[in-house]
Nanobody
């Protein structure tokens, strides 16, 4: 089981980026999946997630309305589209997945409940 994240880079404030996370050896849509990020000197924090059982996509308040998480089943890839980027969005972004399909929201937000992680991709928002 592997997750391969990509798409990070340097972008000016107000700009956009789309991160990708391709899965191999398992069907991503059946898994609960999430995006996390870690800024320098800070703990890793949850950004967004969706249960493997489907339904609502959830977002941290800090990104709500600016970020969108989606899944392309044909490509077995999950995306994080980030708009109106701010300097405080600068971080290494990680995708993660767990085979637990029915999970309560508090656990969806908790990195300790995820079994599989991508390698991280750096996003830097700076002028």
């Amino acid at each position: 089981v592997q997750l391969q994240a990509s798409g990070g880079g340097l972008v000016q404030p107000g700009g956009s980026l789309r991160l990708s996370c391709a899965a191999s050896e398992f069907t991503l849509d059946y898994y609960t999946r999430g995006w996390f990020r870690q800024a320098p000197g800070r703990e890793r924090e949850w950004v967004s997630g969706i249960r493997g059982s489907g339904g609502t996509t959830y977002y941290a308040d800090s990104v709500k309305g600016r970020f969108a998480m989606s899944t392309d089943n044909a490509k077995n890839t999950v995306y994080l589209t980030m708009n109106s980027l701010k300097p405080e969005d600068t971080a290494v972004y990680y995708c993660a997945a767990t085979s637990v399909r029915h999970i309560i929201l508090s656990r969806l937000r908790d990195e300790s409940n995820y079994d599989y992680w991508g390698q991280g991709t750096q996003v830097t928002v700076s002028s």
